[in-house]
């Protein structure tokens, strides 16, 4: 997997206080994105276990952590992503990770990972459908809780 960049302190892309990391590929080339310049999976840097570690070394004096893109569930970013939030939850357990996708909930529902993920932001950015709602970037998208692996609330 490749990230672009990661924020150590950020306040817009979920509640509190975050570390958010953007990953590279994504599949979906929703019209309008505001991050195209990650579509393609091999920009960026790769994303090793020390970048891995710094992040979760921030996210310490956090209160969570935020995965967003490109596209974090892109198919070759699953494993790392999973790996990361498996280590996030052993060593926070009590604090959340949001993570924004263009795939909808029903797509992706059967991933091991989103066990570990607390909110799920779903949907393909859609420049149509112009966003009033909290922490999306269209009306379309779903802020879903996830309390565990067969159950989603919607917001």
């Known amino acids: 997997m490749n990230y672009d960049r990661y924020y150590a302190c950020d306040v817009l892309n979920g509640e509190g206080l975050r570390v958010t990391l953007f990953v590279t590929g994504c599949r979906h080339a929703c019209p309008g994105c505001h991050n195209r310049e990650l579509w393609n999976r091999h920009v960026g840097q790769p994303f090793t276990p020390e970048v891995r570690e710094t992040i979760l070394d921030l996210c310490e004096s956090h209160d969570g952590l935020s995965l967003s893109g490109g596209d974090p569930l892109h198919p070759a970013n699953r494993d790392a992503i999973a ?47 112009p966003n009033t709602l909290p922490w999306r970037g269209s009306d379309n998208q779903r802020l879903l809780q996830l309390f565990d692996a067969k159950h989603a609330l919607c917001a």
Do not use: A, N, S
């Open 83 to 129: 790996d990361l939030c498996r280590r996030f939850k052993q060593r926070y357990p009590d604090k959340d990770i949001w993570l924004w996708t263009g795939y909808l909930y029903e797509q992706v529902q059967h991933l091991p990972l989103l066990r570990d993920v607390d909110v799920l932001i779903d949907g393909p950015y859609q420049q149509d459908q």
